[in-house]
């Protein structure tokens, strides 16, 4: 049986995937240039890397769009699922200074996560989608609380909200600011992961996670009504 993911097994979603890239490449480089961002937070990125660490960016899925502007160009290693999706994102934020490796909590996450280990251990940040590749959407799946203990490197966890949007019809309900919108980003201080956690532990910090995340959602809220 192929390894191929089935959706490359025809040329119509090929030809699909193409035309989003070709559309959505220029959308977003044209838009970025138009959002006004207020960010609260932001320079912990700044100061875990001046402490010799490198983060692990945490993120929901529904976000990815204005999360490629506003931190575009940084080398952020970020995990795409292997479906069509996934290939269509891939391949957007790389012609935004990011890398990727393929996998998810459904296919490829073992080995996905272990690449990113490795990446991160010869120096590169990485990022995940946590609700991804299906959701629910807003429910951490373990992967970037499993890479922050093995490293041993902080979680930075952010959520960005704006003064006007599109919202796509889609599980994750992902926000396209609209030109010339303002843009909140609020990014929590480094969240860390002990090198012992057992599976309990584990798993309340991912609880622990999704509950900052939540509380970031409420914060850039309220960031947009200074």
């Known amino acids: ?22 559309v959505a490449t220029p959308l977003v480089a044209t838009l970025g240039r138009t959002w006004r961002f207020t960010s609260e937070g932001a320079e912990a990125y700044e ?76 120096g590169n940040p990485t990022a995940f989608t946590i609700d991804g590749p299906r959701g629910p959407a807003e429910r951490a799946q373990p992967g970037a609380v499993w890479l922050a203990k093995a490293t041993g490197q902080p979680i930075l966890p952010f959520h960005m909200e704006s003064t006007s949007a599109w919202h796509a019809k889609s599980w994750d309900r992902t926000q396209v600011p609209k030109p010339f919108a303002r843009v909140a980003v609020a990014v929590g201080p480094p969240f860390r992961v002990a090198a012992d956690a057992d599976d309990a532990a584990l798993e309340q910090r991912r609880l622990d996670l999704e509950a900052e995340l939540q509380r970031l959602k409420l914060r850039s809220a309220a960031l947009l009504e200074r």
């Open 1 to 22: 049986m192929s390894d191929t993911p089935g959706w490359q097994q025809s040329a119509s979603k090929r030809r699909q995937v193409a035309l989003i890239v070709g």
């Open 47 to 122: 100061q875990v890397l001046a402490a010799g660490e490198r983060p692990i960016m945490a993120f929901w899925h529904g976000r990815i769009l204005p999360g490629i502007a506003f931190w575009r160009d940084r080398g952020i290693v970020v995990m795409t699922s292997e479906n069509f999706d996934g290939e269509w994102i891939s391949r957007v934020i790389e012609r935004f200074g990011f890398s990727v490796v393929r996998g998810s909590s459904s296919r490829g996450g073992a080995k996905a996560l272990v690449q990113m280990k490795r990446l991160m251990q010869q």
